[in-house]
């Protein structure tokens, strides 16, 4: 049989010093909880989205995503992913407004997007300095998952510094994992620390886990952001080229005294691009890129960026295993 302890079985631990010291702390907890999403959630938005392809009604949660105002005047952030190919954007604020929202750009490379709302003292929240944050610090999410409004839920900073594919195939280098629990909907929602600024902007979700969500760095996010107001997209550099990894000979490496163990096979060189310019050629593999290390198309990607383009710079290549070093100005990438 089973027994259960009633109140009544229990022994009376209330004078203890422990037990004590424990109800403050979850009191502390749970005041520091309810003063954030007090203060935070009439600068978060539910975004409503129709997209190419569907029609004006949509199921439940579909179509439905989170953001936050960061000026007065309407600038709201959320996810690319979610605004991407919307012919309809509608903002919903928590005092029942709604307004049309207008993209001012976006970047899938960072899963980051930027509307505007035509309307004037708005409240916002303010951008954290997340190289400040340490793995353990309370975590507070605020978006619409499945399409209810306002949800809070609450945990820590899980792990920092986590690399995420975003939907463009570039990696995002500077992710925050939490356990505050995300869910569909949450997508571009703030994930804001215990003074109700913004940590991260929700980004991704692995359903098949438990506990394990992402969001954006707020240090990134907000030089995207920046980036998107003043030009409507982030700048990179592109040379033109598309290949796969392979792994190199280990004698290959021994003989050139090589820092990487793979390198990018170019299978195919655009027409009139910096690499066909440059002299490259399919079959020719890539192995460095202005003397650092390239062993993957993540880290060519990651050399490429907005410095690189209009500049000349020198890449690495084995070519019928010789090493050769070819001169190549980065292109922006349209």
Same mark, same amino acid.
């Given at each position: 049989m089973v027994q259960f302890i009633t109140n009544s079985q229990e022994t009376d631990h209330s004078s203890t010093p422990s037990n004590h010291s424990d109800g403050e702390l979850l009191d502390a907890y749970s005041r520091t909880v309810v003063q954030v999403a007090k203060s935070s959630s009439e600068a978060v938005v539910q975004i409503k989205v129709r997209k190419r392809g569907q029609g004006r009604r949509q199921n439940n949660g579909?179509?439905?995503g989170s953001g936050f105002i960061i000026s007065a005047n309407g600038?709201?952030?959320?996810?690319?992913?979610v605004v991407k190919d919307a012919i309809v954007i509608e903002v919903n604020l928590q005092d029942g407004r709604h307004f049309n929202g207008t993209l001012i750009g976006d970047d899938p490379a960072t899963d980051i997007a930027v509307l505007r709302i035509e309307a004037t003292e708005l409240s916002t929240l303010r951008f954290a300095d997340s190289d400040e944050l340490q793995a353990g610090q309370l975590a507070v999410a605020i978006g619409n998952p499945y399409g209810f409004q306002y949800s809070v839920t609450a945990g820590v900073v899980s792990a920092l510094g986590r690399t995420l594919r975003s939907e463009s195939g570039r990696l995002i280098d500077d992710v925050i994992q939490t356990d505050?629990?995300? *869910?569909? /909907? *949450?997508? /571009? !929602?703030?994930? %804001? *620390?215990s003074r109700g600024e913004v940590i991260g902007v929700n980004t991704a979700v692995i359903l098949r886990a438990q506990g394990l969500c992402f969001a954006v760095a707020s240090n990134l996010a907000q030089y995207v952001v920046g980036?998107? =107001? @003043?030009? /409507?997209? %982030?700048?990179? /550099?592109?040379? !033109?080229?598309a290949g796969? @990894? %392979?792994?190199?000979?280990?004698k290959l490496i021994r003989y050139h005294q090589l820092e990487v163990k793979s390198g990018i096979l170019i299978q195919n060189i655009e027409t009139n691009s910096p690499a066909y310019h440059a002299g490259l050629q *399919? !079959?020719?593999?890539? =192995?460095?890129?202005?003397?650092?290390?390239?062993?993957s198309i993540d880290d060519l990607h990651r050399y490429l960026n907005e410095d690189s383009i209009g500049k000349r710079g020198n890449i690495l290549i084995l070519r019928s295993n010789q090493k050769r070093t070819i001169g190549i100005t980065p292109a922006e990438m349209k």
């Open positions: 579909a179509g439905t600038y709201i952030v959320t996810n690319s992913h505050a629990a995300l *869910n569909p /909907g *949450n997508s /571009g !929602g703030p994930l %804001v *620390n980036k998107l =107001i @003043v030009d /409507g997209k %982030v700048k990179r /550099g592109f040379i !033109g080229i796969q @990894v %392979v792994r190199l000979n280990s *399919n !079959g020719d593999l890539v =192995i460095g890129y202005n003397d650092q290390p390239v062993d």
